[in-house]
């Protein structure tokens, strides 16, 4: 379970899960004071995040030695109806490219993305 709670700054708010805790804010047009990432970049920091962990999980089961992964993820988020997500990943290793780039097709499918397209309702907690 996720929790965010307002700060004394103006939007800033923490948010855990219990054992971990960040903070958000948004940036000074809207009121913020730009400190910490807005609400979006966390979002599409998670999915960064999984796919880089999982883009390691594979290299790692298939005994592949590398020197780093990287991931870029950007948006477009002007039609919130039609949202573009764009993402890049470099495997930085001795490991032939048709082989970096099978993997990289494969992480793709990362749990997180694998939530971000699947259907979705939203309840209320009680």
């Known amino acids: 379970m996720i929790i965010a709670k307002s700060k004394n700054d103006n939007y800033m ?9 960040i903070f958000s804010d948004t940036d000074t047009k809207n009121g913020g004071k730009n400190m910490r990432q807005n609400a979006s970049n966390i979002f599409f920091s998670g999915y960064a995040a999984c796919i880089n962990v999982t883009t390691r999980m594979v290299l790692n089961k298939q005994q592949l030695e590398y020197e780093e992964v990287i ?3 950007d948006y477009d988020n002007s039609d919130l109806d039609n949202l573009k ?3 890049k990943t470099e495997i930085i290793g001795n490991i032939p ?3 970096k780039n099978e993997i990289i097709n494969k992480v793709k499918r990362c749990p997180v993305a694998r939530m971000m397209r699947s259907n979705k309702e939203f309840f209320d907690m009680k």
């Not at 708010?13 to 805790?21: L, P, V």
């Open 97 to 99: 490219q048709e082989k």
């Open 71 to 73: 991931v870029t993820v």
């Open 13 to 21: 708010t923490e948010i855990t899960d219990g054992q971990h805790t």
């Open 85 to 87: 997500i764009y993402t």
